[in-house]
Each structure stands twice: as structure tokens, then as C-alpha cells.
């Protein structure tokens, strides 16, 4: 490993963006103080779960048992900081030049929404860093080891107990490892065990959850938080409905003044006016009736669902942050010039200068106090720029596409193989927490994920394309920077040439037999030419003669760090 100040000027460009992110994240602690109260928040703090799961919980509680609310938005932000830094090794690691690397990781660090949510007591940011620690776990070595593996499940796992649409995180996560896992019996047994290990933590929540409560789940949102969206999207008023159900439809106008999020969870929609009117036909539950009712607009307007869903899905990738109608009110997460406050009945609970004076007091951190100046400062950084544009965000869910698709190309080099597997982790995680969030309702909020796996694997996929145009398979030693730093892929350290998952991939190495590769992909078995000229065949001899020992193989283009 170099030296502190060594390492910062290699990765120059990393530090400085570091250092802006570390100064916008200082005066996002000073301007509002204490941490920022959201109507969520009231739940977190005081236990009483509701329809989401409490798993934040793990963080929370610790550290206001340590600390208090000034602790909790200081370690959000530390987490934000080491999300950028993972992200980069990561890239690195895989082949991307640093200064890619390093741009793709500056959404993280700079985005405004991303700091906002740092302040906030809500669970987004610990599901971000375990989204993050998960993908850096599964793919820190080329092919992925069977304890690494593991882990990458559990965390992943965890995340779902976060925030439950973690629970889609499986799909590419299984994705990775069929992929990336040598032979179909490694890839089996890969497969079988980040499952195992992704639904553990799961289990292990539902468990304390029925020993706790009587009831073995997740969340117990049921069919509530699909009733908003539905309602929205098929204009149920034209559909032929029993009578018990028509007090679940509101007017055109009802719903629209309600949006989803407030149909959903307002004490005055006509879901919640119903599930307390103790009205539900004879033999059924308040629940079996909303089920019911949502199945019926589900089943009249499958397209419009689909297009409403679609819509939502490509808001994110919109000039600018604007709301569309029924939409969550983008200003609850943009920093305000005075301490925000939620007064009007949109939940169950209110957030006021008393409610959050009493929060202060109890966990510590004071009362709510905003510095204008620098409140004044974060805003108009927000909302005039200090955000990650749509356009950019589209090209980088279209980059990352093209980098996926490149792991079903047949001529390419193992290195950029590895580039394109975990540029797929990357896209699908994505595109997986958003698509899902997107399905019950569009909000501001739920787009955060992207910043933490769109640009990466847009990142990954340009730099396979960077790769080619520069002739990068010519080059096989490892520069000493990279070498230094510890930042090299992770297949040039010492030992790496050797099969680096145990015993699953011996049918299916790469090795070195009369200066050609054999690469036991390809179905014959035999010598497979990968697409790319080896200048490295002439220019370096093989086997003892280049001070290797007998066998072991030299992975083309591993060593190269470009930057």
C-alpha cells in the first residue's frame, strides 16, 4: 500500500470530488440541526413499526444509544462518502480508468437529493450501503468464491429487511453468479448457495418478528400500497364492481387530490374511511375486500397499469425534478430554508415544531434550528443544478444495457468478461429497485438507488469500449501505481493466476498451451482465439522462461489500470 498522500495523487480526481462531497456533506450537518424529522421517521425512532420493515433499526438504535440525532446524520453521511469509494475500487478493479471511475462515482457524492436523505432519519441510505457492500462483496474477484458468495447473499439479503423491495435484489444476484461462476456445476452450487445465504437474514427477521408480534412476515402492507396506484391508473368509476366495493373508488377528482401516496395512506381516502367502517360483506375481511378490488382493476386495465408503471419509470430521466400529477411531492426531499415541518393530516402522524422539539429532547440533539445562510446556500444548489441530470441517467441505463448484453459475446478476453459481469450486477440491481419501487408508486425518493448502480455500469461499459479503441490487450504488465495502491484487479496480486474458487472450475480455466488461450466456454473444448492480438505472444516468453512457473497462465490485459 502507498502512502496517504501518494495514493491522493494518484487518484486526484477521486479526492477532489471527495473533498467537495465532504465539505457539502459538513454544511448540510451545520444548516439543520438535529437530523432531519420526516413523518416516516416517527416510526423508526419509536418502534412502532408499521406496514414497512424495521431492520434500520439495526443502525439506528446503537447509535442513539451512543449518541444522539447529530450521530446518526454524521454516520449517514460517512456512509455516503464510503459508498463512493467502494463504487471506485470496484470500477478499478475491473479495468475502468480512474478518471471514469471516479466521474461515475461523483452523483453519489454530489447530488443534492443524495445529501438530503443523509440528514434524514429514514432507511434509504443504510439500503443503499448494503446494496453497494453486496455488489463490492459478490464480485471482488473475477470468478466469484464460493465464501464471498455467501456473503454477498447475506448482505444482500439483509437489505430486504431495509427497505422490502430488497427482496428483488435475488434476480441479479443469481444473474451474477450463473454468469460469473465457472462450470454448470460451479454455477449451480453458486446459485444454490448466495440463495440460501439471501433468504437467511430474511427468515432470521420474520422469525424475531413472530416471536415479537404473533405474525411470521416482512411487512404487512398487503394489498394497501398497490390500491393507489391502481385506482390512478384505471379509472375504476367504468368498471362493474359489487357494491360492497364501490366505497373503495373515489371520483376522478377525489384521486387526483389525494395522489397515490395519499389514497394510499391518508386517513381520509376512501381505503382508509373503509377499512374503519367495519362494512365488509359477511365471511370477509376488510383485507380479502381491498385484495379483491384491486384484483379487479388489475385484471380490467392490465395496459393501463403497464403504462402508468412506465411512466413513472421514465420520469427519472426527466430535464429536471418536477412532479407529475399524483405523484409524492418532490419538495420533501429538497432542502427547505427553514426547518420542514409536516402539520397536515397525510398520515396517521404529524410532524411539528413540538413533535420534533420532543425528539430532540428525548434522543438528544436539541431543538429544530436551521442556519439560513447555508440552509439558503443548499437550496439553490439543489434545486440550480446540484443534482444528477435525467439525460445523464438515460444514457448511463442505456450503456449499462450494452455492457450486459456483452456477456453473451463469445470472442472476448476474460478481463472484459469480468467488466461485463459485473456491469450486469450493476444494471439489473438497478433497474430491479427501481422498476419495483415504481410499480406501487413514484417517488423522488425511490429513484436514489440509481445513483449507486446506473453510473457504475455505464462506467464498466464504456470502459470495454475504451478498451478496444485503445488496444488495451497489448498491454500486460501492471503499472506500479496501481500495483502500490492495492487497487489493481484483483487477479494480478500474488497467487491469482491460480483458479481462484476452489475446486468448481477446473474443466473451465483459462490457460496457456503453444502461445494460444484454451478457453473451456466455447463448445469444443479446444483453442479458442478471444477476438483481440496478442502482442503480449510475442513480446513475452511463456511459462519458466517469463519467471513463471510451469502452468500457470497470464490473464491478458489483468494488470492494466489505465488512468
Request: charged share 15%; net charge neutral; aromatic share 8%.
Amino acid at each position: 500500500m502507498g502512502s496517504v498522500p501518494g495514493m491522493a495523487r494518484r487518484h486526484w480526481l477521486l479526492t477532489a470530488l471527495l473533498g467537495a462531497g465532504l465539505v457539502l456533506r459538513v454544511l448540510t450537518q451545520v444548516a439543520y440541526r438535529p437530523a432531519l424529522i420526516y413523518i416516516d421517521s416517527l416510526k423508526y425512532l419509536y418502534s412502532t413499526g408499521g406496514a414497512d420493515p424495521v431492520g434500520y433499526w439495526g443502525l439506528l438504535k446503537p447509535l442513539l444509544w451512543a449518541g444522539n440525532l447529530d450521530l446518526v446524520a454524521a454516520v449517514q453521511h460517512v456512509l455516503g462518502l464510503a459508498m463512493a469509494v467502494t463504487l471506485y475500487v470496484v470500477l478499478v478493479r475491473r479495468g475502468s480508468p480512474r478518471w471514469l471511475a471516479a466521474l461515475a462515482v461523483a452523483p453519489v457524492l454530489l447530488d443534492g437529493y443524495q445529501l438530503q436523505m443523509e440528514q434524514t432519519v429514514m432507511p434509504d441510505v443504510m439500503f443503499e450501503a448494503l446494496l453497494v457492500a453486496g455488489v463490492a462483496v459478490l464480485t471482488w474477484h473475477e470468478r466469484p468464491r464460493p465464501w464471498l458468495v455467501a456473503a454477498g447473499g447475506l448482505i444482500l439479503g439483509a437489505s430486504a429487511t431495509v427497505r422490502q423491495v430488497g427482496e428483488v435484489l435475488i434476480v441479479p444476484a443469481l444473474a451474477y453468479v450463473l454468469v460469473a461462476a465457472a462450470g454448470w456445476g460451479g454455477r449451480l452450487r453458486q446459485a444454490g448457495v448466495v440463495a440460501v445465504a439471501f433468504v437467511l437474514p430474511i427468515l432470521g427477521y420474520m422469525t424475531v418478528s413472530a416471536a415479537l408480534t404473533g405474525h411470521f412476515w416482512l411487512s404487512y402492507a398487503g394489498g394497501d400500497e398497490l390500491y393507489g396506484r391502481l385506482v390512478l391508473a384505471t379509472g375504476c368509476g367504468h368498471m362493474p364492481l359489487p357494491a360492497g366495493e364501490r366505497l373503495l373508488c373515489p371520483s376522478r377528482a377525489a384521486a387526483a387530490h389525494f395522489g397515490v401516496d395519499g389514497l394510499d395512506h391518508n386517513p381520509y381516502s376512501p381505503l382508509w374511511v373503509y377499512k374503519h367502517s367495519d362494512t365488509p360483506p359477511p365471511g370477509m375481511t376488510s383485507a380479502q375486500v381491498v385484495s379483491d378490488f384491486n384484483h379487479r382493476l388489475l385484471s380490467g386495465d392490465p395496459v393501463g397499469v403497464a403504462l402508468a408503471v412506465g411512466r413513472s419509470a421514465l420520469t427519472l430521466f426527466s430535464l429536471d425534478r418536477s412532479n407529475s400529477p399524483g405523484d409524492t411531492p418532490v419538495s420533501r426531499w429538497q432542502f427547505q430554508r427553514g426547518y420542514p415541518f409536516y402539520p397536515e393530516t397525510l398520515y396517521s402522524s404529524k410532524v411539528t415544531p413540538v413533535v420534533v422539539e420532543r425528539i430532540g429532547q428525548q434522543f438528544g440533539g436539541g431543538n429544530p434550528t436551521v442556519l439560513r445562510p447555508l440552509a439558503s446556500f443548499l437550496r439553490a444548489y439543489q434545486l440550480d443544478g446540484g443534482y444528477t441530470p435525467g439525460p445523464l441517467l438515460a444514457f448511463a441505463a442505456l450503456a449499462g444495457l450494452a455492457g450486459s448484453l456483452a456477456v453473451v459475446r463469445r470472442r472476448l478476453a476474460p478481463t472484459d468478461l469480468a467488466a461485463a459481469q459485473v456491469c450486469l450486477l450493476l444494471f439489473t440491481s438497478g433497474v430491479a429497485v427501481l422498476l419495483a419501487s415504481d410499480v406501487f408508486e413514484f417517488s423522488w425518493r425511490y429513484q436514489l438507488p440509481a445513483l449507486v448502480t446506473l453510473p457504475p455500469a455505464a462506467a464498466l461499459a464504456v470502459s470495454l469500449v475504451l478498451g478496444r479503441l485503445s488496444g488495451r490487450q497489448a498491454v500486460a504488465a501492471v503499472p506500479s501505481a496501481a500495483a502500490d495502491d492495492g487497487m489493481q484487479p484483483a487477479d494480478t496480486k500474488p497467487g491469482a493466476g491460480h483458479d481462484d474458487h476452489g475446486g468448481d472450475g477446473d474443466q473451465d480455466r483459462n490457460r496457456h498451451q503453444d502461445g494460444r488461450v484454451l478457453d473451456e466456454r466455447s463448445p469444443d473444448g479446444g483453442a479458442r482465439d478471444d477476438g483481440r492480438q496478442r502482442a503480449e505472444t510475442a513480446a513475452e516468453p511463456l511459462g519458466p522462461a517469463a519467471g513463471r512457473e510451469p502452468g500457470q497462465h497470464s490473464r491478458e490485459g489483468t494488470g492494466q489500470v489505465r488512468g
